[in-house]
């Protein structure tokens, strides 16, 4: 159930959709210039993207929702990390 006002709500999506222009133009192309080539798993920051998304889930939806979010993108997404780990430190 939803514990926020529609305009809290509002709030949260325009937080998330500023926090993507931020992390995309200034934290990942930063990372890009600063980091080698075989240290810039796009994984981590996909992980990192999703974590945000689940906070703000937990905010509109509560803890649990939060907490169940966290643990379905940890099972399917952990063991796609691993790979995408291994292939940049292949190819990087």
């Not at 509560?62 to 940890?74: E, K, R, S, T, Y």
């Amino acid at each position: 159930m939803i514990q926020t006002t529609p305009l809290q709500t509002f709030a949260v999506l325009a937080a998330l959709a500023a926090f993507s222009i931020f992390y995309n133009d200034v934290f990942v192309e930063n990372l890009a210039r600063h980091l080698p080539a075989k240290f810039r798993a796009t994984s981590f920051e996909v992980a990192f993207g999703v974590f945000v998304n689940c906070v703000a889930i937990g905010v509109i939806l509560g803890l649990q929702a939060m907490l169940v979010c966290l643990l379905c993108f940890a099972a399917s997404g952990l063991r796609m990390i691993w790979g995408d780990v291994r292939r940049t430190e292949v190819l990087g």
